[in-house]
């Protein structure tokens, strides 16, 4: 995946919109200011290609982000709290279970999920959600340079066991200092090559 070539393809509210041309897409799921623009614009190298926020809430679309000529990059809006009209949130569960549920060129979801604590009930329904539409599944732990290298093992171990999942199915990462990057370009490249297959 050739992340030099990276622009905003498409924002919308309708999951029955999809950029042209088409392309496969991995999708960006977690909890109100999980850090999911924060990791695209650390992957995709571009400081302000996702907007972020420190208020919960700020992703309300369905944001699609074009790499290359190979693949979208699909931010979805946080589930959980967020600091939004009680009308904005009710759309996004119909908005996100319709993105999710009915898309042939889905090739995977990364759900990122905050690494200094335990997955919570809304992340182990999301990630059970996930598995029983077959959709392959990485999770990112976020916020590595706050936890112990002592205790990661640990933790990944503890979140890989509470969700269900493979331990290699769970890595750690940081946007603030960029550790894991390149292991989670190389799994979302993996998602890709299996879903050209």
């Avoid at 498409?10 to 496969?24: C, E, N, Q």
């Avoid at 999911?36 to 679309?61: C, D, E, I, V």
């Avoid at 769970?170 to 946007?175: E, K, P, Q």
Wanted: proline share 6%; charged share 25%; hydrophobic share 35%.
């Amino acid at each position: 995946m050739r992340v030099s070539d990276v622009r905003l393809a498409l924002v919308t509210d309708d999951p029955a919109s999809h950029p042209k041309p088409r392309r496969p897409e991995v999708a960006f799921v977690g909890r109100s200011n999980v850090g999911k623009s924060s990791l695209l614009n650390t992957l995709l190298k571009r400081r302000r290609l996702a907007r972020t926020s420190r208020t919960p809430g700020k992703t309300q679309t369905i944001n699609y982000y074009a790499v290359g000529g190979d693949c979208y990059l699909v931010d979805l809006p946080g589930y959980g709290y967020a600091a939004v009209p009680d009308a904005v949130r009710s759309r996004w569960g119909p908005m996100m279970e319709a993105y999710l549920g009915d898309n042939p060129r889905l090739a995977g979801v990364v759900s990122l999920m905050d690494g200094r604590h335990s997955p919570t009930p809304l992340d182990h329904s999301m990630t059970v959600w996930l598995a029983d539409r077959g959709l392959p599944i990485l999770v990112v732990l976020t916020k590595s340079d706050q936890v112990s290298r002592a205790g990661r093992n640990q933790k990944l171990s503890q979140a890989a066991s509470t969700l269900g999942l493979d331990t290699d199915q769970v890595v750690w990462f940081s946007s603030r200092t960029g550790e894991g990057r390149d292991t989670v370009l190389r799994a979302v490249s993996g998602l890709l090559s299996t879903r050209d297959e």
